[in-house]
């Protein structure tokens, strides 16, 4: 089994025509080409190089990692002499990808990373979470690097960076019992120890996935007599360096594949990353923003799953003489998880090229200053991923606990068994709308896109791009406007929803939010379909859903 | 430091035997290439593993990768040095052709000794395409290596012996063998390690001169270039041979006819070591064969 090759979207998306710009700007024009020996010479060996590794990544996914799923649910990890212990399968998964020298892949090649974009790097994420949707964040927690390489001294980087690379696993420990959502509540404490010329942190963290790694980014207050985000900084803790207790680990519904847990800090030695009071304001912000686009690739593949688990059994299991996929009830179930999970990834990977594009021209600005133009382009594609990160986040994680549930209703009375997947990924499920901010945080997010109009402009953009696609000629072009029609509908009907919402006496945020995600999403699989036809079928139904749900907020808002 | 410690590798292109259709034979019984895909022969993968392992545990050690066939076998080469070999040859010239394990073990010996200080061979017990564990015990009689067959476990490692536990039917030997050294390795040995992202991003343009012939100005360029992207292919003239030893005339083997068998008796059975027992088997064997 490949997980890669076996699901043509995912060729579909690395291959964008957007791809090209976005890997030429990854590669500063291919400055090391030359300098290394695995470094691409243009744009299309550099997606070439993509299409290698995500390959690798599939392989692994489907031949090591969906096989140990199970027992690694049922084992799960625990805690022996102060050492987290994962369960054998999370061990052998970890080290098979760790031998194929997979971490750390965006990481520069002088830190002997791989050096590739933000799109493969979610791409992996979500390939990863279809085979185990608890492991893919022990996978995702190398975003810390991410933070090290952006924010961090040289002497940091050169002392960790290659760590992560060669499967020093990492934690970013920011909650604490009276911190969660509102993390400008840490009080988890830093000191300066001028005998020992490091900082020292003090007191408990909770809920810290991948508690017992190696490295661990840790907020922390530096700044005594504050009380608010003003007061925080970031800080890298090696637990080689001694001081942390694992006190204990949770006992959780689902994602037994990453072990959750609560941490004792004692005197721990540690050194800043960055500057000082900007561990949350500026550090963890960014971190979140990936992090919730992690939770989102973790959604599309925990529900690409549950939709494979679904198809399959479907099209085996007989009743009243035949297949139950051919009864239309059971066919209209698989056709909404379809459309659901083929919506949640076309969004996933537009906000991930805006991101890899924006982090591309930051790490230009670090060699030379950028053109006007370039200046330009780049404040656009970061306005879109700020604004596209929390819709996708909300609805790929709301979308996947729906497909997991309809997988199981699929399944009838098997699902409910524990012999089946689906009953798995029903409990891996549950998290996704909580963590790296609830649903109703990606709301709150949203809100700006919405006042500051970001999101009718870009669906102003993407009406243009479909019809120059109409006026430079597609194949299926008759369906195509008759849909791009109902998506201009869709925005009349959003706008006159958005004008009455004003008036509205309990919270409208969420109806809004949710109604121009439909459009969004329309726009982006009519897009798609200009170039396959295969994301029509998705596409109209996406479409269908999407104006019911506006008209139901519109009755709601204007009664 | 061991002073250049060299490790070969045996390894063959071989159909894939995995959902065999009908038009896997030709009429006359022998096997249509061109309709099945090829793949690395399995146990050979078991044998890169292991050579990597002692060139892992001994240091300054490379290993190189040798492969006798077309063209298409230096997908063998690249496919080993993603997983993390040195080095390697395509040994490939029509005068190979119809080689039969005499032929093949004599071409193979001769391009091993072109190699200098080869402390070890490892190779697959067998191939799945001709099932006869007769190459690699005959390429150590004709380079006069010591041989250890059907190992399954490396248990020690030193630079001037091995440590090896074979599989055999009725249970394991664990055995020390000195070098020179040629080890067959069994399916059941370690699996080979997943290829490695930068060295698959490194060599996946890797071609040899014959596999470009259209394209050859290409290919120069490309190798001007990166010259760790021109793989090594040797001819026959290359490994200084007996040149009648080559191909069909070096071939012992001539084969009468190839027949299709269909196996009817799925389970074994007992004899018991008696004369009436022996004599009843007797009977039943000539009753099904003839």
């Known amino acids: 089994m490949n997980f890669y090759s076996d699901n043509e979207s995912l060729k579909f998306y690395l291959n964008h025509p957007e791809m090209k710009k976005a890997v030429t700007l990854k590669e500063m024009n291919f400055a090391d080409h030359g300098k290394y020996a ?117 002497e940091l980087k050169a002392k960790f960076l290659s760590r992560i690379r060669k499967g020093d696993t990492c934690s970013m420990d920011l909650t604490e019992p009276d911190a969660g959502s509102d993390l400008q509540a840490v009080r988890l404490k ?113 529900a690409e799953a549950a939709y494979r688990e679904a198809k399959l059994y479907a099209s085996q299991r007989e009743q009243f003489g035949k297949t139950i996929d051919q009864f239309p009830l059971v066919q209209d179930l698989l056709r909404d998880m379809r459309t659901k999970t083929d919506a949640s990834r076309s969004l996933l990977y537009e906000t991930a090229r805006k ?107 993407y009406d243009a791009q479909v019809e120059a696609a109409l006026a430079a000629g597609v194949e299926n072009a008759e369906e195509i406007k008759k849909l791009r029609a109902q998506l201009q509908k869709m925005i009349e009907d959003y706008k006159a929803l958005e004008a009455a919402a004003k008036q509205m006496e309990v919270c409208p945020d969420r109806r809004l939010t949710e109604s121009l995600a439909y459009i969004v999403m329309g726009y982006l699989l009519l897009l798609d379909s200009t170039r396959c036809g295969c994301f029509l079928e998705s596409c109209k139904n996406l479409i269908v859903m999407g104006r019911g749900e506006i008209a139901k907020h519109s009755a709601c808002v204007m009664q | ?71 298409k076998a230096a997908d063998i080469i690249r496919e080993s040095l993603y997983r993390g070999a040195d080095d390697g040859a395509v040994l490939s010239d029509r005068r190979f052709a119809g080689s039969d394990t005499l032929a093949t073990s004599y071409a193979l010996s001769c391009a091993i000794k072109k190699l200098d200080n080869v402390r070890l061979v490892f190779c697959g017990r067998q191939a799945i395409d001709g099932d006869t564990a007769q190459v690699g015990p005959q390429v150590a009689e004709k380079l006069n290596f010591q041989q ?46 997943f290829r490695i992202a930068n060295r698959m991003l490194q060599y996946y343009k890797a071609v040899m001169p014959s596999e470009v012939k259209e394209n050859a100005e290409a290919a120069e360029q490309l190798w001007n270039e990166r010259p760790y992207l021109k793989l090594k292919e040797w001819n026959a003239d290359d490994v200084n041979p007996e040149m009648d030893r080559l191909g069909l005339n070096g071939s012992a083997t001539k084969v009468k006819q190839i027949e299709n068998v269909v196996l009817l008796k799925k389970e074994n059975v007992n004899v018991e070591p008696k004369a009436e027992a022996i004599e009843q088997m007797w009977r039943d064997l000539q009753g099904v064969v003839f």
């Open chain 1, 38 to 154: 695995d470094a691409p010479a243009n744009a299309e060996e550099g997606l070439e190089h993509y299409d290698l590794v995500m390959d690798l990544v599939g392989e692994i996914s489907g031949n090591v990692l969906a096989p140990n799923a199970e027992s690694v649910d049922q084992e799960g990890p625990h805690i022996e002499n102060n050492e987290v212990v994962y369960a054998k399968g999370t061990t052998a998964n970890h080290e098979a990808l760790r031998d194929a020298g997979l971490y750390g892949m965006t990481l520069p090649r002088q830190y002997d990373g791989l050096n590739l974009g933000y799109v493969p790097n979610v791409m992996a994420a979500e390939i990863i979470s279809r085979a185990d949707a608890g492991f893919a964040n022990i996978w995702g927690l190398q975003e810390c690097a991410e933070t090290v390489n952006e924010f961090a001294c040289d």
């Open chain 1, 190 to 302: 830093a000191t300066w120890d001028e005998a020992s010329n490091c900082w020292r942190l003090n007191g408990v963290k909770r809920f810290i996935t991948n508690g017992g790694a190696q490295l661990h980014l840790v907020l922390a207050r530096s700044e005594e007599r504050t009380t608010d985000g003003r007061g925080l900084s970031y800080f890298l803790y090696d637990k080689a360096d001694g001081g942390l207790t694992v006190r204990r680990l949770e006992n959780k519904m689902g994602i037994h594949g990453s072990p959750t847990a609560e941490l004792v800090f004692k005197n721990a030695p540690a050194q800043i990353v960055g500057d000082r009071k900007l561990g949350l304001i500026k550090y963890v912000m960014a971190l979140m923003n990936g992090a919730r686009l992690g939770v989102a690739a973790q959604s599309v593949g925990l």
């Open chain 1, 355 to 461: 991101v890899d594009i924006t982090k591309s021209y930051e790490a230009i600005m670090k060699t030379r200053s950028l053109t006007p133009e370039e200046r330009k382009d780049m404040k656009e594609n970061s306005r879109i991923a700020d604004a596209l990160t929390p819709m996708v986040k909300l609805m790929a994680a709301e979308w996947a606990n729906q497909t997991a549930y309809d997988s199981i209703q699929v399944h009838g009375g098997s699902g409910f068994m524990r012999e089946y997947a689906c009953e798995r990924l029903y409990r891996d499920a549950r998290i996704l709308t909580i963590y790296e901010g609830t649903s109703q945080l990606q709301v709150v997010a949203a809100v700006k896109g919405i006042a500051g109009g970001t999101y009718l402009k870009c669906i102003e953009d």
């Open chain 2, 1 to 71: 430091m061991a002073k250049e410690f060299q490790i070969v590798v045996l390894a063959k292109q071989v159909p894939d035997t995995h959902d065999v259709g009908k038009e896997a034979m030709n009429a006359d019984g022998t096997v249509n290439r061109a309709a099945l895909p090829t793949v690395f022969n399995p146990e050979d993968l078991n044998a890169l593993e292991m050579a990597l392992q002692v060139r892992d545990a001994i240091p300054g050690a490379k290993v190189f990768v040798l492969s006798m066939g077309p063209a």
């Open chain 2, 148 to 193: 250890v067959t059907y190992a399954e476990k490396l248990m020690g490692v030193s630079e001037d012996k091995l440590t090896i536990c074979r599989r055999l039917e009725q249970g394991i030997e664990i055995v020390e063998a000195p070098m020179p050294l040629l080890v067959t390795v069994g399916g059941t040995a370690p699996e080979c390690r």
